[in-house]
């Protein structure tokens, strides 16, 4: 028994940890109708550098980096729940402050269909790439899903937030604090 309860602290870290389970099944509706097309960033992120992705949206090849603007990248599974929580919170920052700050989701470890279908879910408007080896979280230094990078314009990673539970607001003062802006 008291192996049992010794280890679950390690089944809860490890639900978000990157690995997927056989007890996942696809949907039986048919394909996701998901489709929010990528812009490439044209300046890399520290830590990932040039790295090529594909677009969730539309399997286009996408340059994982900002365009100018400051960028929030988010990392998140279908299979996380911490993720499930955060996914309403990110989207309504992405909806309240898009105009100021790019928003890209990076889907990591996952499928592409389960992958659109949590992004159809959520109503999520902003982008986000298809990551199954994990090569952006693994670059930021990430531990575990969710986590968030805050990421300057010029591609220096400004913040990580690596704790769940992100709301709009705890965001928003991030991003404010981040990148030295005032987001109305």
Same mark, same amino acid.
């Given at each position: =028994? ?15 940890? @990157? ?20 812009? *490439? ?15 969730? @949206? ?14 929030? #990248? #988010?990392?998140? *599974? ?9 996914? %309403? ?11 100021? /700050? ?21 109503? =999520?408007?902003?982008?986000? #790439? ?11 230094? /990430? %531990? ?7 990421? *300057?314009?010029? @591609? ?5 937030? /690596?704790?769940?539970? /992100? ?18």
């Amino acid at each position: =028994m008291r192996r049992l309860l010794a280890a679950l602290p390690l089944l809860a870290l490890a639900a978000c940890s @990157g690995q997927s389970t056989d007890a996942q099944t696809p949907r039986d509706a048919g394909e996701p109708t998901w489709s929010v097309p990528c812009t *490439a960033g044209s300046t890399p992120i520290e830590g990932v550098g040039g790295l090529e992705l594909d677009c969730l @949206g539309d399997g286009a090849a996408t340059a994982v980096g900002t365009t100018g603007k400051p960028l929030v #990248v #988010v990392l998140w *599974a279908s299979w996380c729940v911490p993720c499930q929580a955060e996914a %309403p919170e990110i989207e309504a920052f992405h909806t309240a402050h898009g105009d100021q /700050v790019d928003v890209l989701g990076v889907d990591t470890a996952d499928t592409d269909d389960r992958g659109r279908w949590f992004a159809d879910d959520f109503g =999520m408007t902003f982008p986000s #790439v298809a990551d199954p080896d994990e090569a952006v979280r693994t670059g930021l230094g /990430v %531990p575990a899903l969710p986590g968030i990078a805050l990421v *300057a314009p010029d @591609g220096a990673v400004e913040r990580l937030i /690596v704790e769940p539970g /992100v709301t709009t607001e705890s965001l928003t003062e991030a991003a404010e604090a981040a990148f030295g802006l005032e987001l109305a």
